[in-house]
């Protein structure tokens, strides 16, 4: 045999060889980034959770003091305005008792 063909057959050998040698690698290199990739994304996606939860209380928390102080002022307000006709009735009551009493006299 030529030193032509030898030559050929050994490079021939050794790229299949190498192959297949190279691809377990590469497979395993990408299992890990593929890993690394989905681990960075989870993480990530936590950040955004905790960004939004901590956004919604936030404004839910502003929301809720809003309407209690709302409803604050209006109970605070329909009281006023009870006691004032109350007050307003009482003393009609008590003039027309007065008067009935001043005229019996």
Same mark, same amino acid.
């Given at each position: 045999?030529?030193? $032509? +063909? ?10 299949? @060889? ?26 990530? @996606?936590? +950040? ?23 409803? $604050? ?13 109350? @007050? ?11 008067? +009935? ?5």
């Amino acid at each position: 045999m030529s030193f $032509g +063909k030898n030559f050929s057959r050994l490079v021939l050998a050794l790229a299949i @060889a190498s192959t297949s040698f190279a691809l377990p690698r590469q497979a395993d290199q990408s299992a890990k980034q593929d890993t690394k990739t989905a681990a960075q994304e989870t993480k990530d @996606a936590a +950040k955004h959770t905790g960004r939004a939860v901590k956004t919604t209380t936030k404004k839910t928390g502003h929301r809720v003091k809003k309407t209690t102080q709302s409803a $604050g002022h209006h109970v605070k307000k329909t009281t006023k305005s009870a006691t004032h006709k109350v @007050a307003s009735k009482t003393r009609q009551g008590a003039q027309k008792v007065e008067g +009935k009493t001043q005229t019996n006299q």
